[in-house]
């Protein structure tokens, strides 16, 4: 097994921002993703999974821990049935994950099964649909640390205007969101009943900069990097997001970005 020392995941997120793993590893398939895991777990070190790293905000510090980059690409299946996801990064792991979703689509609508390994018992388990329990960007995965997610079966099927849907809803994309900038995507999740990026924007934010990062003038919730970005500048945006949405409509915004 070829671990790595000191690796920058900087080229690992799509924040393009992030200090160093101690230990990194990319994992082919399951039976090294999980020999990755007992190598951790053998030496007390914590591990984390990083898919394609794109939904994702990494310390500057970096991480103590062994890495271990695993995952299957998400836009493999886009014109297998799930033409919504088109434009999503990362991997079909990560999107199970953290129930990604678009155009009123969400990979609750499209899985059929997970195969899951359990690093409390060390077994293979498969989830059902329902054993998920997938809610708005939400699955028990995100809850459940122990559940690694080795593969996905999803149950939709190519659609005849597939191609051409993924395509509209690709240039929707390209004319709403900063596609230009690294960044993670969405930051906040967007609040019952309302839109985070109505909500910051309401708040005079769009375009707002600390260091090399930003509240797009796009969209915005997002915070693109313009280049050698800080992790520890985006959580100071984030701050001033959180507080400036509470002052002005009472409403708590919770991210939809992961922290390593
Ligand atoms: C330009 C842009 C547009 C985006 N548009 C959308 C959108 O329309 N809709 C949407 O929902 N999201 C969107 N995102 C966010 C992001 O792409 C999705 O959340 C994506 O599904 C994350 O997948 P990933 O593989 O990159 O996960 P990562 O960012 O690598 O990881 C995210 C979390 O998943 C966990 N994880 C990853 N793999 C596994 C595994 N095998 N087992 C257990 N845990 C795992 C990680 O540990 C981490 O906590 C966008 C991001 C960008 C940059």
Redesign the pocket.
């Known amino acids: 097994m070829e671990i790595k020392r000191n690796v920058v995941l900087v080229k690992y997120?799509?924040f393009h921002i992030g200090g160093k793993a101690k230990y990194f590893f990319v994992a082919k398939n399951k039976d090294e993703i999980i020999k990755a895991i007992e190598w951790a777990k053998d030496k007390n070190l914590p591990f984390?999974?990083?898919?394609?790293?794109?939904?994702?905000l990494v310390s500057d510090k970096g991480y103590r821990g062994l890495v271990i980059k695993?995952?299957e690409p998400?836009s493999l299946y886009v014109l297998k049935g799930l033409d919504w996801a088109v434009?999503?990064?990362?991997?079909i792991?990560?999107?199970v994950?953290?129930n990604?979703?678009?155009f009123g689509k969400?990979m609750k609508d499209a899985v059929k099964s997970v195969e899951v390994f359990d690093i409390k018992t060390n077994k293979i388990k498969i989830f059902k649909n329902k054993d998920c329990k997938f809610s708005y960007?939400d699955s028990i995965?995100k809850r459940n640390k122990n559940?690694?997610?080795?593969s996905v079966k999803i149950k939709t099927s190519p659609k005849a205007n597939a191609f051409r849907r993924a395509g509209e809803y690709l240039n929707y994309?390209k004319n709403t969101?900063p596609?230009n900038f690294a960044?993670?995507?969405?930051v906040f999740k967007n609040p019952p009943g309302a839109s985070a990026g109505e909500l910051i924007e309401r708040c005079g934010l769009k375009g707002k900069k600390i260091g090399n990062v930003k509240i797009s003038e796009k969209h915005a919730n997002f915070i693109v990097n313009l280049g050698g970005g800080k992790a520890r500048d985006v959580k100071k945006l984030i701050k001033i997001i959180k507080t400036r949405v509470k002052k002005k409509f009472k409403i708590d915004l919770t991210e939809?970005i992961?922290f390593l």
Do not use: D, H, M, V
């Not at 434009?87 to 991997?91: A, E, Y």
């Open positions: 997120t799509t984390f999974i990083l898919g394609g790293g794109s939904n994702l695993f995952g998400l434009g999503i990064p990362g991997t792991q990560g999107a994950y953290g990604a979703g678009a969400s960007r995965f559940l690694i997610i080795i994309k969101q596609l960044s993670a995507g969405s939809e992961q």
